[in-house]
């Protein structure tokens, strides 16, 4: 599976996490980690956390709307890293309660993503 390769497509796709992990007024530590972890093994940024913070300051700034237009236009492969990164970022201690549940089926719907790699696992 291969993420988005520009650069604003990828702040897209930080933008949305961030969106999904604050929807339940509880923004953790552990979901900003999780979005950070995602995206070093992804697009091996170990040692750039400089680049990393360029990517997050450009997604914090991104009006959520317009993150959501871009990845609703990835391919599928693109489709299925962001499902996976939304996943990853809102079950990030563990567990996925009905609340966050609720919170992800609603951004892959308006997003028009598949379900996480690992749904059939549930």
Do not use: H
Request: aromatic share 10%; with cysteine; charged share 30%.
């Amino acid at each position: 599976m291969r993420g988005p390769s520009t650069f604003e497509d990828l702040a897209a796709v930080i933008a949305v996490c961030l969106g999904t992990a604050r929807a339940d007024g509880n923004f953790e530590k552990i979901e900003f980690k999780a979005i950070l972890d995602g995206l070093r093994a992804q697009y091996n940024f170990e040692g750039r956390d400089d680049l990393l913070a360029d990517y997050v300051k450009f997604a914090n700034e991104m009006d959520l709307q317009e993150a959501i237009q871009r990845i609703k236009r990835f391919d599928s492969d693109e489709k299925q890293f962001t499902s996976d990164m939304l996943f990853m970022t809102i079950a990030s201690d563990g567990k996925l309660d009905p609340e966050e549940e609720e919170i992800y089926k609603g951004m892959i719907e308006v997003c028009d993503l598949p379900l996480f790699t690992g749904a059939d696992q549930l």
